[in-house]
């Protein structure tokens, strides 16, 4: 049984270009969470999808876009990268909305360490 | 707005000692989690604490939940230098729809 699955492991950018990271949650799992780790600090929440619907964001620009595929994977796109969106990106997935009565503990992944250059 | 304060931030101990990590979080929730962090790598959970009163423990680690004071302690019993790692809390927002993590607890055990 598959766990979360994050590619590419490690990317490397320059400033102003845009990436894309890409995760397939946990098998029977359907939504997906991203944060962004960087180095020495806690996970930082950015976004959650369900259902295809982006239901959560936290508190980043809108340089950051996702997406959910109806296979309930999902990507992570940053546009004009900063020196600052240098980062270990992790997705985590779960079942469900994390509510009451359904509730599923987030699976993580490997996550992807993105360097700007 | 839901934050998570974790202290102490480093925490240098010797072998065999006993030691707490605290986290406080700054308004209601009845989810809270534990996550171990070593170094390169993604989280590991550890230990999720759904109740008021919750305690939960795996070998050396104990950990409990007090909703009432918003706070919860990991705690560690006579430690092992595998026990190095970086530990985090973690806290559910409102909804439920987002996890607000901490700063983290560098542990390092000396052998």
């Known amino acids: 049984d598959a766990g979360v699955t994050q590619s590419p492991t490690h990317l490397i950018k320059t400033r102003g270009q845009q990436v894309t990271l890409r995760c397939s949650p946990k098998?029977?799992?359907?939504?997906v969470s991203w944060y962004q780790q960087a180095l020495g600090q806690g996970p930082q929440f950015i976004f959650q999808y369900y259902e295809e619907e982006e239901r959560q964001r936290g508190n980043f620009p809108d340089r950051f876009s996702g997406h959910q595929f109806p296979n309930y994977s999902s990507e992570l796109n940053v546009n004009a990268l900063l020196l600052g969106d240098s980062a270990l990106y992790l997705c985590?997935?779960?079942?469900?909305?994390?509510?009451?009565?359904?509730?599923?503990?987030?699976?993580f992944g490997d996550g992807t360490r993105l360097s700007i250059l | 707005e839901l934050k998570v304060e974790q202290n102490p931030l480093f925490l240098s101990m010797q072998e065999g000692k006993n030691y707490t990590i605290y986290c406080n979080y700054s308004?209601?929730?009845?989810?809270l989690y534990w996550y171990r962090q070593d170094p390169g790598k993604s989280l590991e959970s550890l230990f999720v604490l759904l109740s008021n009163g919750a305690v939960k423990q795996e070998g050396r680690l104990m950990a409990s939940l007090d909703t009432k004071a918003r706070l919860s302690t990991l705690h560690i019993t006579a430690a092992v230098h595998d026990l190095s790692a970086t530990y985090f809390c973690a806290v559910d927002g409102t909804g439920g729809f987002k996890t607000i993590f901490g700063a983290g607890t560098r542990l390092f055990v000396k052998a």
């Open positions: 985590a997935s779960s079942l469900g909305p994390l509510v009451e009565g359904r509730f599923q503990p987030q699976h």
């Open positions: 098998s029977g799992h359907d939504t």
């Open positions: 308004t209601t929730s009845d989810r």
